[in-house]
């Protein structure tokens, strides 16, 4: 009997088309949502420093299965923010003291990109709220 039951949802998932990654990325969402305050409380930088990135890389692989997710597109943009001015910026007045502009290129540039993807993240959040006329992106445009 229990082969039987086991069976028919199998197949009644698999004719539903459910997504058992979407499934689980929508789990995973939520677990994000309630642990982020846990880096805020971390008193090692550098430990902060070394794990943001693969933070972000974990929440840009979610976003793949779940683009239209606003908790996770905030916190995306959020850390994309934080490792800019946290971090790259940090390096990079560091640089700026020793005189070393060729460092200071180098961090200049990493922040910017990594302020770049937050406000692409954020806008399109806000667009997949608002999409006529062009959305976030469009009224950015317009001057609004």
Do not use: H
């Amino acid at each position: 009997m229990n082969r039987t039951v086991a069976v028919s949802l199998a197949i009644a998932l698999a004719l539903s088309g459910c997504d058992m990654a979407a499934f689980a990325a929508g789990s995973t969402i939520g677990v994000f949502v309630r642990a982020s305050p846990a880096i805020q409380r971390l008193q090692d930088a550098d430990l902060a420093e070394s794990a943001l990135p693969g933070s972000i890389s974990q929440l840009e692989g979610v976003m793949e299965l779940k683009p239209e997710n606003a908790d996770l597109r905030l916190l995306l943009a959020r850390s994309y923010g934080s490792y800019g001015f946290g971090f790259l910026e940090e390096r990079m007045e560091r640089a700026a003291v020793t005189d070393d502009q060729e460092q200071v290129e180098y961090f200049r540039n990493r922040a910017s990109m990594s302020y770049a993807r937050g406000k692409e993240v954020a806008m399109q959040m806000m667009t997949i709220w608002e999409d006529e006329d062009g959305g976030a992106q469009g009224a950015y445009s317009r001057g609004i």
